[in-house]
């Protein structure tokens, strides 16, 4: 009878383990992918290029001199000066001929700056008054940038967000309630044990502890195997593509790993102590019900 019962307590406790880290492990993934989704939105708002067309009796030094005094400004992310002749030998590159040849010798084109913005100001209403304040400066003949472009993008990555954020609620929700499940069971199994402890009159925290120590072993364990799992996933995702590391950071990391070994420990404690409470308060008769 003793072995059957230890055979049955290990059973359990495996089935709470693998359905805790299941859970885990679905948490997990929807932080990871949140904090990911983040730093790849502001990957691409710094990417958004904003071109200033030069003066065209700005001389190279000059430019160079502008370039970085622009660098000073809270709003630059990154500057790259492209010289009269760079962009010349850029286009006898791209279009194959030489645009010299049909204006007596004259280079047609003008010094630029490729300019990318920070996150925070790769918006419409920021573009706006950051394109007059450049037009302002005799250094600058034109500011372009593709308006259509940044609001289509600020409303996708807006959607994106949204939906994982829903994602994030649900299946938070569903975590409690499946792991809830998971520990109501293992405690209903000794109902009995409970009833009887609590007749020879063992306090309740007495009762609570050796429930709490066994689900807070689960939970970690739970945790360590979410937790490599994840870091599995990442790993190979990195090896599939470089660009994967760039979006999926050290912190991104630490706080997933972090978000699954609170997640384990805390929500196994507050339904272990809330289920045995509940068969506590019940009374002999309400037991087999």
């Not at 230890?6 to 359990?12: K, L």
């Not at 000066?81 to 286009?91: G, H, T």
Request: charged share 20%.
């Amino acid at each position: 009878m003793k072995k059957r019962n230890r055979a049955f307590g290990r059973m359990q406790w495996f089935t709470s383990c693998i359905s805790t880290t299941l859970v885990l492990l679905l948490l997990g993934l929807v932080v990871l992918f949140g904090l990911s989704a983040h730093e790849l939105s502001r990957s691409v708002k710094e990417n958004l290029t904003v071109t200033l067309l030069l003066d065209d009796d700005l001389d190279t030094d000059d430019a160079k001199a502008f370039e970085q005094r622009l660098q000073l400004h809270p709003y630059v992310h990154t500057t790259t000066l492209i010289s009269k002749e760079q962009a010349l030998e850029e286009e006898r590159e791209r279009l194959g001929t030489d645009p010299t040849e049909f204006l007596s010798g004259q280079n047609p084109y003008t010094a630029s700056i490729e300019m990318t913005v920070g996150a925070d100001y790769a918006c419409t209403d920021s573009l706006i008054w950051i394109a007059k304040e450049l037009k302002e400066m005799w250094q600058v003949a034109d500011v372009i940038y593709q308006r259509d472009l940044v609001d289509n993008l600020n409303q996708t990555l807006h959607k994106a967000i949204m939906v994982l954020a829903v994602l994030a609620v649900l299946l938070m929700i569903i975590s409690v309630v499946l792991i809830n499940n998971t520990v109501r069971l293992s405690v209903y199994a000794r109902r009995q044990t409970i009833h009887t402890m609590r007749l020879v009159g063992a306090s309740w925290g007495f009762i609570r502890w050796p429930f709490i120590r066994r689900s807070l072993g689960i939970g970690l364990v739970a945790a360590t195997i979410a937790t490599a799992l994840l870091l599995g996933i990442v790993h190979w995702a990195r090896l599939q593509d470089a660009f994967v590391a760039t979006i999926v950071t050290r912190q991104t990391i630490v706080a997933m790993v972090v978000t699954v070994y609170v997640a384990g420990l805390l929500l196994t404690f507050a339904c272990t102590w809330l289920s045995v409470g509940h068969f506590l308060r019940m009374k002999e008769n309400e037991l087999y019900k």
